[in-house]
């Protein structure tokens, strides 16, 4: 592969990039719910440090994102061996929450196959995601 920095520079386009004058625009439509309400206003200007003149102008702007604190829900099952004297064999339930003697949940393998293959993420970068932004010990071996 070429670096970048040694590629030659692309022709620049011709058109004028957006919607032509007069057509609608396009965005992301705005959620219906509102979970936070902030308000944020200056006490001085931050060019020269000088006082503000109240005036009763504002805009409104909503952010969607994740939570700070995202934290595993980490449930422990009691699961009861019972014998069966017709089959003479100890049986128990089975926990649909997991994969058979598997230690995480449905939802982290979904979210670790998705970034993996999906996204083509490493073992390594998943990890650290895993354990940075959600809290979630995981090593490449699990």
Avoid: F
Wanted: hydrophobic share 25%.
């Amino acid at each position: 592969m070429v670096p970048i920095y040694a590629k030659p520079n692309a022709p620049r386009r011709g058109k004028k990039p957006g919607a032509k004058n007069g057509h609608s625009g396009h965005r992301r439509t705005t959620p219906k719910k509102v979970d936070q309400r902030r308000t944020h206003r200056l006490k001085r200007c931050p060019h020269c440090d000088g006082p503000l003149q109240r005036c009763d102008r504002r805009r409104t702007r909503t952010i969607e994102d994740i939570p700070e604190d995202i934290q595993p829900v980490i449930t422990e099952h009691t699961i009861w061996r019972d014998h069966c004297p017709r089959c003479k064999k100890h049986v128990e339930p089975v926990v649909p929450d997991a994969l058979p003697r598997a230690t995480i949940g449905h939802h982290v393998i979904a979210l670790t196959a998705w970034l993996q293959y999906g996204l083509g993420v490493t073992i390594d970068q998943i990890t650290d995601i895993l354990s940075y932004h959600l809290q979630t010990k995981l090593t490449p071996g699990d």
